[in-house]
């Protein structure tokens, strides 16, 4: 029997070694409401892959199965390590069960509103009207709804990126984000980069879009919502602070390297 191909293939990954905290409330949510979008899509079939790090609780993968059902698949992470690495493995995996004109979509797990927004993204790819899709966050949505540093910090390394990229208006790129689709034929672009952390995201299309420029890259509007739970706990706390500087140093200065090498200058 052959094995069923999708036309979107949505994927991510747990960490979750306490079944009580909050962020494994968005995650149920993310897997029911894949679950929803998938039994209710008429014209594109969909399925969710989650790549599980083997820390997470032993009732993780059971838990994220009820809600997702059928419509979810969890894998066992097979090379311990960090984000990038699991990345990795979730596209490789997605490949074998994304049809050939399929898109793949990356998303965080707690990021559950997305979800609702999956098809507005995925439809440019597969009307072959763009290769890969950058999700924006509408900027009233996302000023009310994220911690106050997480919106300054981001806005600060978008703007950062896409003036090095050129790219304004409707053309902006939502680096920061997170969520990202391609076309399945793009696959090969991540799983031949081997960062670990965000820049395993990121780095592989902004390389690419370096390379051809004939590549498709496209920015959608999206009026998203972040979980209140999130921003409840992170206004405010000096550890978030020191993640999202964490994440500018990580990212912006490989993307600066790759659009600009000559004039970059790490910071010290």
């Avoid at 053309?171 to 984000?177: G, K, N, R, V, W």
């Amino acid at each position: 029997m052959c094995q069923k191909k999708y036309d979107l293939v949505i994927i991510s990954m747990a960490f979750y070694p306490d079944m009580e905290a909050k962020r494994v409330d968005c995650a149920r949510k993310t897997c029911a409401a894949v679950h929803q979008l998938a039994s209710t899509s008429n014209d594109y079939s969909v399925h969710m892959v989650i790549i599980n790090d083997e820390n997470s609780h032993p009732f993780i993968k059971g838990e994220l199965q009820q809600h997702g059902n059928e419509s979810l698949t969890v894998v066992a992470q097979k090379n311990p390590g960090m984000k990038g690495i699991a990345l990795r493995e979730a596209i490789s995996f997605a490949q074998n069960i994304c049809a050939q004109s399929g898109v793949i979509a990356f998303l965080e797990l707690e990021k559950s509103n997305f979800i609702s927004h999956a098809k507005t993204c995925a439809t440019p790819i597969l009307r072959n009207e763009a290769d890969i899709v950058i999700p924006r966050r509408s900027d009233p949505f996302f000023a009310s709804t994220y911690a106050k540093e997480q919106y300054h910090s981001e806005t600060f390394g978008n703007m950062y990126i896409n003036n090095l990229l050129n790219r304004q208006g409707d053309a902006f790129l939502d680096i920061y984000f997170g969520p990202f689709l391609f076309s399945r034929k793009l696959a090969t672009l991540w799983l031949a980069y081997e960062g670990n952390l965000w820049d395993a995201q990121i780095v592989p299309y902004i390389r690419a879009m370096q390379s051809n420029s004939d590549l498709r890259v496209i920015s959608v509007s999206i009026e998203y919502l972040h979980d209140e739970y999130q921003k409840e706990e992170e206004q405010g706390s000096v550890e978030y602070c020191q993640k999202r500087l964490l994440q500018l140093f990580n990212i912006v200065p490989k993307i600066h390297a790759e659009v600009s090498p000559s004039n970059f200058k790490p910071p010290s």
